[in-house]
C-alpha cells in the first residue's frame, strides 16, 4: 500500500500561470516533506522542503503547502516557466528515510 | 565531478547473468542509498546503508545483493538478473540532514 500518493501522473500549465502539484500520504510519523524535480537523463534534485510543525514554506517562485488534518500537501510554482517542465517527486521522512511518490509530470507551455 | 558518479551510465545485459552496478559519492556523507525508478511506481527503496558496517534492506530487496566497500562507495548485485529487473536505478546519499543528493542513474535493461 503507497503511504505517498501522487494521484496526477501528468499536468499542463501556460507560461506564467500557476502551477499546482499535489500529494497525500497515509503515514502520521511522517517528520518532514519534500518536493524532488527531475530531468530526463538526469537524478532527482532537492526542490523544497516543509517541517511536519509548519504548513507553509516560500523560496522564490516555490511554495509548499502542508494540510497535516488532511494528510496533503501542495507545491505552488508562480509564475510557472517552460524549464520547469519536468517530473515532480512528493516525498516523506520518517527516521531519516524518504518514501516516494509516483511522480507527476509538468508540462509548462510557451 | 559529480557528487554522485554512478557506472554504468546504461546496461543491457542477459537474463541469468550477474551484474553489479556501482555508486562512489564525494560528500563525505556516511548514509547511502539504492532505489529503483519504474514508470507510475515512482522511486522504490532497495537497500540503505547507514555505515560501513551498517546495511539494511528496503522496501524491494528480494533478487538484489549490496556492498559498503567503504564510506565513499556503496554498490548494488543482481546475482542473477531476470527482465522484470529492468529499471532505471538510482544511488544516493545524505547526512543527518534530510535532503538527499541523487546520482544520475543507470539504465539497466535485462533480455
Known amino acids: 500500500d503507497q503511504q505517498v500518493k501522487q494521484n496526477s501522473p501528468s499536468l499542463s500549465v501556460q507560461e506564467g500561470r500557476i502551477s499546482i502539484l499535489n500529494c497525500d500520504y497515509t503515514?502520521?510519523?511522517?517528520?518532514?516533506f519534500l518536493w524532488y524535480k527531475k530531468y530526463p537523463a538526469e537524478g532527482p534534485t532537492f526542490l523544497i522542503s516543509i517541517s511536519s510543525i509548519k504548513d507553509k514554506n516560500e523560496d522564490g517562485r516555490f511554495t509548499v503547502f502542508l494540510n497535516k488534518s488532511a494528510k496533503h500537501l501542495s507545491l505552488h510554482i508562480v509564475p510557472s516557466q517552460p524549464g520547469d517542465s519536468a517530473v515532480y517527486f512528493c516525498a516523506a521522512s520518517s527516521a531519516r528515510q524518504l518514501t516516494f511518490g509516483s511522480g507527476t509530470q509538468l508540462t509548462v507551455l510557451p | 565531478d559529480a557528487d554522485v558518479t554512478q557506472t554504468p551510465r546504461n546496461r543491457i545485459t542477459k537474463t541469468g547473468k550477474r551484474i553489479m552496478l556501482e555508486c562512489s559519492q564525494t560528500?563525505?556523507?556516511?548514509?547511502m542509498y539504492w532505489y529503483r525508478q519504474d514508470p507510475g511506481l515512482g522511486l522504490r527503496l532497495i537497500y540503505y546503508s547507514f555505515d560501513v558496517k551498517d546495511i539494511n534492506k528496503g522496501e524491494i530487496s528480494d533478487g538484489y545483493s549490496v556492498s559498503r566497500q567503504a564510506q565513499a562507495k556503496f554498490s548494488l548485485s543482481l546475482e542473477s538478473a531476470i527482465p522484470n529487473q529492468t529499471a532505471l536505478y538510482f544511488c544516493?546519499?545524505?547526512?543527518?540532514?534530510?535532503?538527499?543528493?541523487f546520482g544520475s542513474g543507470t539504465r539497466l535493461t535485462v533480455v
Open positions: 560528500k563525505g556523507h556516511d548514509r
Open positions: 544516493a546519499t545524505s547526512d543527518l540532514t534530510v535532503g538527499y543528493t
Open positions: 503515514n502520521s510519523m511522517f517528520d518532514y
